[in-house]
T-cell receptor, first 110, second 114 residues
Framework: DAKTTQPDSMESTEGETVHLPCSHA???????IYWYRQVPLQGPEYVTH???QNTTNSMAFLAIASDRKSSTLILTHVSLRDAAVYHC???????????FGAGTKLTVKP | EAGVTQSPRYAVLQEGQAVSFWCDPI?????LYWYQQPRDQGPQLLVY????????NSQLPSDRFSAVRPKGTNSTLKIQSAKQGDTATYLC????????????FGHGTKLSVL
């Protein structure tokens, strides 16, 4: 699977909108973009995923660039509970196992 | 719906001791994964199964680590002779039997090797 690049850390304040970037310049046509988040003492939790079109759910909005070489996870009105490490990973549709990087540590200030 | 269950939650060992981790996946999930997560790093895949078959164990240190899933349900990960470098959280995850299904993770077992 192709590799992703994310900033090590980002900071926000409660109530703000946060844009978490992910670069995947060598993404293949059959690779999906997945986002998971992880808080201390727990395993990663699925947030969202997409292939080409932007997607939205109760947790976040995923914006995918038209060339698919980057994506942005958008969290609106963040709260302290959104503080976590956010992992952006790529996965093909052959049911292989996801490979995680270090992710982006999001800190939310009161 | 019950989530992925792991036990124990914590383990503390001296070097050279053995330890086993146990995982009960979500009912109906045919694929089960074991990850190792050192402090301040992302989860690293060790091995994963589809039913009872090992699909990929290329990252499992075979001289000291072993993993089984004999009936395609619960799984056990064992470290025969632990080293300080094995200190990490061991995460189990499972997913439904379709490609690209999301993974559901357990809370993990935090291992400290002294």
């Amino acid at each position: 699977d192709a590799k992703t690049t994310q900033p090590d850390s980002m900071e926000s304040t409660e109530g703000e909108t946060v844009h978490l970037p992910c670069s995947h310049a060598t993404i293949s046509g059959n690779e999906y973009i997945y986002w998971y988040r992880q808080v201390p003492l727990q395993g990663p939790e699925y947030v969202t995923h997409g292939l080409q079109q932007n997607t939205t759910n109760s947790m976040a909005f995923l914006a995918i660039a038209s060339d698919r070489k980057s994506s942005t996870l958008i969290l609106t009105h963040v709260s302290l509970r959104d503080a976590a490490v956010y992992h952006c990973i790529l996965r093909t549709n052959n049911n292989n196992a996801p490979r995680f990087g270090a992710g982006t540590k999001l800190t939310v200030k009161p | 719906e019950a989530g992925v269950t792991q036990s124990p939650r914590y383990a503390v060992l001296q070097e050279g001791q053995a330890v086993s981790f146990w995982c009960d996946p979500i009912s109906g999930h045919d694929t089960l994964y074991w990850y190792q997560q050192p402090r301040d790093q992302g989860p690293q895949l060790l091995v994963y199964f589809r039913d009872e078959a090992v699909i990929d164990n290329s990252q499992l240190p075979s001289d000291r680590f072993s993993a089984v899933r004999p009936k395609g349900t619960n799984s056990t990960l064992k470290i025969q002779s632990a080293k300080q470098g094995d200190t990490a959280t061991y995460l189990c995850a499972s997913s439904f039997p379709f490609s690209n299904e999301r993974l559901f993770f357990g809370h993990g077992t935090k291992l400290s090797v002294l």
